[in-house]
């Protein structure tokens, strides 16, 4: 079992920056990898960003130079960090840790990002 707590939204102005905290319990060997979506306004959750087994990094096209995703190890903690944020960022932002059998998800961090 892995609990997911993300944290770290908040309201910026555009051009901005955001640092998004994903803190996971249990083994983090047993994760295969971490994943964060975006859920703008109306819209549907969309992947934006990958972590796979701690190394591997994978970005959504609209995010790529941007954001970077990394882990800290010693934290148990995955990290989104957002920068130049756009209003088109807004939105709710989850976490979703991916493990042998099963996948887990937080119960999202909201980011406003005012133009």
């Known amino acids: 079992q892995v609990q997911v707590v993300e944290s770290g939204g908040d309201l910026v102005q555009s051009g901005g920056s955001l640092r998004l905290s994903c803190a996971q319990s249990?083994?983090?060997?047993?994760?295969?990898?971490t994943r964060w979506y975006h859920q703008g306004p109306g819209k549907q959750r969309e992947l934006v960003a990958t972590l796979v087994r701690g190394q591997m990094t994978v970005y959504a096209d609209s995010v790529k130079g941007r954001f970077t995703i990394a882990r800290d190890n010693a934290k148990n903690v995955v990290y989104l960090q957002m920068n130049n944020l756009k209003p088109e960022d807004t939105g709710v932002y989850y976490c979703n840790v991916v493990g042998p059998s099963h996948e887990y998800w937080g119960q999202g961090t909201q980011v406003t990002v005012s133009s």
């Open positions: 249990g083994n983090s060997d047993d994760i295969l990898a």
